[in-house]
């Protein structure tokens, strides 16, 4: 099924996502081709709220069949490596008095997805019951930390079970460019093509 994503109402991507993702074939991670089991879900970043919602409401639905989430939102998770390095209050202290650029600099430096990041997602993959993790935050730790560092990171981790990433942009597949995670729809440089878009993944 290749959708396009941005005709489909919120009800239509509600069933597809919910009949894909408490399929056995999602769960059980066939037809992959050995690829790892990541999945991009695309949206426009003006349906952002709507896909909050819509990504509660799957949550819930998918609990009630028995089939267990993990959420991770990406910029709640920083915050709490933040507090837990006990710098939390110096960033924010910082942010008045230091430039744009020097700020996403540290931030790059403490929110490091291989070294922090992806650790921290790791941990907590570990002591949690699951079958679905959800990844979402993506806009809003834009530009310290980019989703297909996070993916990069991720595949040695995270590939025990299938993994949705919210993405509020494109996912585009081109013979010429390869694959690539256009965040806000503007930003055309993150080459990542490991991943599924799960509007094209038939339930």
């Given at each position: 099924?290749?959708t396009d994503?941005?005709k489909m109402?919120?009800q239509?991507?509600f069933q597809?996502?919910?009949?894909v993702i408490?399929g056995?074939?999602?769960?059980k991670?066939q ?6 089991p ?7 970043p003006e349906?952002?709220?709507e896909?909050?919602?819509?990504q509660?409401?799957?949550t819930?639905r ?6 267990r989430?993990?959420?991770i939102?990406l ?5 709490e490596?933040l507090k837990?390095?006990g ?6 202290e ?11 600099e540290?931030?790059?430096?403490v ?6 990041l992806?650790?921290?997602?790791a941990?907590?993959?570990t ?5 679905v993790?959800?990844?979402?935050g993506?806009?809003?730790?834009f530009p310290?930390?980019?989703s297909?560092?996070?993916?990069n ?6 590939k025990?079970?299938?993994?949705v990433?919210?993405f509020p ?6 013979l ?18 490991r ?9």
């Open positions: 099924m290749n994503v941005t109402s919120m239509d991507r597809h996502l919910f009949a408490s056995q074939r999602f769960l991670k037809g992959l081709g050995n690829e790892v990541f999945f991009i879900c695309p949206y426009r349906d952002a709220i896909m909050e919602r819509l509660r409401q799957l819930n998918l609990e009630q069949v028995g089939v989430i993990l959420e939102n910029y709640d998770l920083s915050i490596i837990e390095r710098i939390w209050g110096q960033i924010l910082m942010e008045e008095s230091v430039s744009k650029e020097q700020l996403k540290l931030l790059q430096g929110l490091d997805p291989e070294a922090h992806v650790p921290a997602i941990a907590k993959l002591v949690t019951d699951f079958e993790l959800f990844l979402s993506v806009g809003e730790v310290y930390i980019r297909h560092n996070v993916l990171n991720l595949q040695s981790t995270a025990e079970k299938p993994t990433m919210f942009g494109a996912y585009t597949h081109s010429e460019s390869g694959a690539s995670l256009d965040l806000f729809g503007r930003l055309h440089d993150d080459k990542y093509y991943a599924f878009n799960i509007f094209h993944c038939e339930a």
